[in-house]
T-cell receptor, first 111, second 113 residues
Framework: QKEVEQNSGPLSVPEGAIASLNCTYSDRGSQSFFWYRQYSGKSPELIMFIYSNGDKEDGRFTAQLNKASQYVSLLIRDSQPSDSATYLCAVLNTGGFKTIFGAGTRLFVKA | EAGVAQSPRYKIIEKRQSVAFWCNPISGHATLYWYQQILGQGPKLLIQFQNNGVVDDSQLPKDRFSAERLKGVDSTLKIQPAKLEDSAVYLC???????????FGPGTRLTVL
C-alpha cells in the first residue's frame, strides 16, 4: 500500500462545476495535510493546508479531513479553465518531520 | 521576499558523467529539501536538511548521489555517475520550520543520454 494515494485521473469537469479531488494515507498518526497545485512544467505551489478534522474553506477551495477514515479531499467550486493542473496531496508523518507526496491527480476544466 | 533559487535550469549529460545542482533557500528558512520528480509522478524526497544537519536521506541512492548544506544556507546535490533513469526534474524546496509549508524553486530538468 502506498503511503499517500491519489487517483491519477484525468478528472474532467465543465467550467463552473465542482471538482472533487481525493487522497488517502496510511500513517494513522499523520499530523498535517497539504494540497499543492502544479501546472505543467512548473513547480508545486501551496493551495491550502488542514490540521483538524472537518472542513476548511479558502475562497473557492475547501479542504476536508477525516482522520478516522484517513481521508482528505479538496473541493474546487466554480471551476475555471485556469484550475487545470495536477493537484498533489502531501501528508506530514507521525514524527512531524517527513512530508510524503502523492502522485497527483490531473484536473481538466473544460470551457 | 525572494523565492527559492536553483541553477542550472536545464542540464543535458551523457550517462556516467557527473552533474551538480545548486539551491539557495528563502532567507531564514531552516529546512531544505531536495526532491526528484519523474514525469507523471509526485515529488520523491531525496534528502532533507534541518540547518546543516540531515533529517532524512532514506531514499537517496548514496552510491551515486550526495548532498551537502554547508553553513546551513545553500545546498548542492551531486550525481556521480549519472544513469539514464536519473532523467527527471530536481526540485529544491525550503520551509521556515520542519513540517511547515514548503516553497519550491523552479527546478532543474536533467536529461541523461
Amino acid at each position: 500500500q502506498k503511503e499517500v494515494e491519489q487517483n491519477s485521473g484525468p478528472l474532467s469537469v465543465p467550467e463552473g462545476a465542482i471538482a472533487s479531488l481525493n487522497c488517502t494515507y496510511s500513517d494513522r498518526g499523520s499530523q498535517s495535510f497539504f494540497w499543492y497545485r502544479q501546472y505543467s512544467g512548473k513547480s508545486p505551489e501551496l493551495i491550502m493546508f488542514i490540521y483538524s478534522n472537518g472542513d476548511k474553506e479558502d475562497g473557492r477551495f475547501t479542504a476536508q479531513l477525516n482522520k478516522a477514515s484517513q481521508y482528505v479531499s479538496l473541493l474546487i467550486r466554480d471551476s475555471q479553465p485556469s484550475d487545470s493542473a495536477t493537484y498533489l496531496c502531501a501528508v506530514l508523518n507521525t514524527g512531524g518531520f517527513k512530508t510524503i507526496f502523492g502522485a497527483g491527480t490531473r484536473l481538466f476544466v473544460k470551457a | 521576499e525572494a523565492g527559492v533559487a536553483q541553477s542550472p535550469r536545464y542540464k543535458i549529460i551523457e550517462k556516467r558523467q557527473s552533474v551538480a545542482f545548486w539551491c539557495n533557500p528563502i532567507s531564514g528558512h531552516a529546512t531544505l529539501y531536495w526532491y526528484q520528480q519523474i514525469l507523471g509522478q509526485g515529488p520523491k524526497l531525496l534528502i532533507q536538511f534541518q540547518n546543516n544537519g540531515v533529517v532524512d536521506d532514506s531514499q537517496l541512492p548514496k552510491d551515486r548521489f550526495s548532498a551537502e548544506r554547508l553553513k546551513g544556507v545553500d545546498s548542492t546535490l551531486k550525481i556521480q555517475p549519472a544513469k539514464l533513469e536519473d532523467s527527471a526534474v530536481y526540485l529544491c524546496a525550503s520551509s521556515l520550520l520542519l513540517g511547515d509549508t514548503q516553497y519550491f524553486g523552479p527546478g532543474t530538468r536533467l536529461t541523461v543520454l
